[in-house]
């Protein structure tokens, strides 16, 4: 059955804002026009999110009314899960020079706006699959960001947030966070170590960054060249093993595109097809135990950018016909 929003709400931080919007269907945060500027000949790829937000549209995925601009999180709020002092340096500009290198972004009062966004709409896709089921964030995923610093492209750690201002507010105590992405979420494994209310799974490449692996409550670290088949077997037996013990009342996916094929960091040889069905694995299964679960993007660092937009559109495309937005293709794939 599928978990009611709970009647005890706080007053405080950026989920009680969420309720505003109306309630139905997949809804999704976006933040791309908050400019993170970087300089020219930087390769991450920041047109990726409007890219993703725009193919939603064109492709018919979910309709404009669906679409919401990321709230800010609120420093309380991100103060539930980093130091005050890396709060207030990231506030201040005054990020330690190595600091800012382990980023990889440049301190810029745009770099501070679109990070509270990217953690914001993660707040507020918990709210909205509290409502609805499921909701995404068109960003986020920022699993490399600690406690007292940021690092790979993750300046705030958006779940992590998230999760703490659910446990926060509301009447819910088990959270499962199961991480896709290619990269191993060190900084929320660090975080939640000696947190038995959240579950943190990552399944990762074993030889990529980061070099020096935090300890998640499981890890499957795959072999470069791992393909479609050996990824799709393990996804499907560890994650029922994970949702079977720890019983999560909210599931945090994040639904890296960087396992691809294609990805320049990525080494793990899934194809577009296969991400769609692990996609379809996990969100049927939460969705069928009736699991409200927040979707984010997480990397993606593919040189054809059109590639990455198809691999998050597909996450978002699942999403919307389990939903019932979109018809199912056959019975099969709802």
């Known amino acids: 059955m599928r978990i009611q929003r709970p009647e005890r709400m706080s007053h405080r ?13 997949v809804r999704a ?28 549209l064109d492709n018919g995925i979910l309709p404009r009314t669906a679409l919401h601009e990321a709230p800010a999180a609120s420093w309380d709020d991100l103060r539930l899960v980093h130091t005050p002092a890396y709060v ?21 009062p745009g770099m501070v706006e679109r990070s509270r966004r990217s953690v914001g709409a993660t707040i507020a896709a ?14 986020g995923g920022t699993h490399h960001a600690f406690a ?23 009447a819910l105590s088990r959270v499962a966070i199961v991480d896709c992405d290619v990269h191993q979420g060190n900084g929320t494994a660090a975080i939640f170590h000696h947190d038995p209310s959240v579950f943190t799974f ?5 030889t990529n960054f980061p070099f020096r692996k935090e300890e998640s409550d499981l890890d499957i670290a795959l072999p470069d060249g791992t393909g479609d088949d050996a990824y799709l077997t393990l996804l499907e037996t560890h ?18 595109a960087d396992p691809y094929e294609g990805d320049r960091l990525g080494k793990l040889k899934l194809t577009i097809a296969g991400l769609r069905r692990r996609d379809d694995i996990v969100l049927q299964r939460c969705h069928a135990l009736g699991i409200p679960t927040v979707i984010t993007m997480s990397g993606g660092y593919a040189y054809d950018i059109d590639a990455i937009v198809t691999i998050h559109a597909a996450t978002i495309e699942v999403a ?8 199912c293709p056959s019975r099969s794939a709802c």
């Open 126 to 139: 918990t709210q909205a699959a509290l409502d609805d089921g499921l909701a995404a964030n068109l960003a």
């Open 320 to 327: 919307a016909r389990l939903s019932g937005v979109l018809p």
């Open 29 to 56: 945060f976006y933040s791309d026009h908050f400019v993170l500027p970087l300089p020219e000949g930087h390769r991450f790829p920041m047109a990726k999110y409007s890219g993703l937000r725009q193919r939603i």
């Open 13 to 25: 931080g950026i989920i009680s804002q969420a309720v505003v919007y109306a309630v139905g269907g």
């Open 148 to 170: 007292d610093r940021g690092e790979g492209y993750c300046v705030f750690n958006d779940v992590a947030v998230a999760a703490r201002v659910l446990l926060r507010d509301s």
């Open 202 to 206: 990552s399944m990762h490449g074993a």
């Open 239 to 256: 994650l029922a093993q994970v949702l079977d013990s720890h019983q999560p009342e909210c599931v945090y996916y994040l639904a890296g």
């Open 88 to 108: 207030d340096a990231v506030a201040t500009g005054t990020v330690a020079p190595d600091i800012q290198r382990r980023i990889g972004f440049p301190w810029t």
